[in-house]
């Protein structure tokens, strides 16, 4: 079974502008897959339909085996955990404990187990839970702030994750520190990213989006040494490729 | 923009004391310092062995709190600093026997005695809100408001001001950077780039409200918040409402008997 099945997703902005002409891919169970495109290609319009905040108007978006709809939504959003680009737009709770509680309270988990849950995500990412439970959320620097959106994700135990530019405004070590965090996560993962070394670290098959459409979809170390293939798409040689 | 940040997120530096003030459950200290706010602005004029016994139990709350007196002091003056151009204008109303004149400004005995029980109300009421804040992190009182049945959306919408305003802080600041970077001598001064940078800041605002409430139903929320868990207030707790209140009934009653 596919943890996500695109097949044929067609979708356009309220302006009338097509944003996503058809796009059709798979991503297997425990599989990492990298999304890679110039700005504007769609990534992130293409993020926001796997777990129903957008809806396709055309094709079907199916996760976990079935396909999203009023009826599946909830099931759909249980399933993927989707990190937003800008920690600050997910961070909304006061405290870290408060936030990495959300999503688990949403599906009705309360008391003891509520807080054994978001210890344990906040574990998962590497931040000690002693010292960053209580912590307001304003506070973190943003490396702390992506690993705490991560770990309020990891506390709705998703199957799929899906991640929109994670190491985008990271310092190195952080990145570092977060590329590690990403290859030890079990589940299937999507990872949007203009980081093509990131990309070649930690994902085994790369799928190229410009202009709304799947332009390539292969092992990430055959696209992304393709120079003339990357340039024709706006993107370039990840620097470990001599770029 | 760092003159914003320290007083609206340093707020309870005292929070973290063990004291008996602190172990008391954070709605506990809400009411107990709500009551003794309305007591003391329901004194009527002049009640001074009243306001001595307010004092006297904001005093031991205070020393029962364990926080710095210097710091309670240092916001306290700076407060003073707002509120002080008020009394002055109370101190030389000129109502009453003239005491003493200073060129064209008369004291007068009816406007010396409102003034100091203006000042000794004002003082009562503001070092106790202040105990409030420096004991109790904002995100606590937020809770405490819901256990006491305040509507969880209006908590929730409170809780993202708080929790967002850092973050406007932090736009509005570097917006005008990026305006004086390109040669506009002072933003704050400048009113047409002020209100360009004001507009920018409330669409910004709103997009993200938008992107926000997009993160919270990729989390799934559905609109309706769980129900507040609470434990039971305990004797200590109880005493520390009730004899606020105590005060703010015996307030009342003396307001209404006193003639105006």
Known sequence: MNALLLDEVQYRYPDGTAALRGVSFAVGVGETVALVGPNGSGKSTLLLHLNGLLRAEGGRVVVGGSTIDDRTLDAARRYVGLLFQNPEDQLFMPTVFEDVAFGPRNLGVRGDSLRKLAIAALEQVGLEPARFLERQSFNLSIGEKKRVALAGLLAMEPQLLVLDEPSAGLDPRSRRRLINLVRTLPQAKLIATHDLDMALETCERTVVLDGGRVVADGPTRDLLADRVFLEEHGLELPLSLGG | ?260
Request: glycine share 8%; with cysteine; charged share 15%.
């Open chain 2, 1 to 260: 923009m760092i003159v914003l940040h320290v007083p609206t997120f340093s707020l309870a530096a005292a929070a973290s004391f063990k004291s008996p003030w602190q172990s008391l459950a954070p709605r506990a200290r809400l009411l107990a310092a709500v009551a003794l706010v309305l007591a003391a602005v329901a004194l009527p004029r002049g009640a001074w062995p009243y306001l001595a016994a307010h004092a006297g139990l904001t005093g031991a709350l205070v020393l029962a709190s364990r926080v710095p007196l210097g710091l309670l002091l240092g916001r306290l003056g700076v407060e003073f600093l707002f509120v002080g151009v008020l009394f002055a204008s109370i101190l030389f109303s000129g109502r009453g026997e003239p005491l003493v004149a200073l060129g064209p400004l008369v004291i007068a005995s009816v406007s010396l005695r409102d003034c100091l029980d203006a000042l000794a109300k004002a003082l009562l009421s503001l070092a106790v809100l202040n105990l409030l804040v420096l004991t109790t992190p904002a995100p606590t009182l937020l809770a405490a408001l819901a256990e006491l049945g305040c509507p969880r959306l209006l908590v929730a919408v409170l809780e993202s001001m708080l929790r967002y305003l850092a973050v406007l802080v932090d736009e509005l600041g570097s917006m005008q950077r990026a305006a004086r970077a390109r040669g506009s001598a002072s933003a704050l001064l400048d009113w047409a780039t002020l209100g360009n940078i004001l507009g920018a800041l409330f669409l910004r605002t709103y997009g993200r409200g938008e992107r926000v409430h997009q993160a919270m139903l990729a989390r799934g929320f559905r609109g309706d918040f769980p129900p507040t868990e609470r434990r039971a207030l305990g004797v200590g707790e109880w005493l520390a409402v009730i004899v606020p209140c105590l005060l703010l009934i015996g307030a009342c009653a003396l307001h209404f008997r006193s003639p105006l």
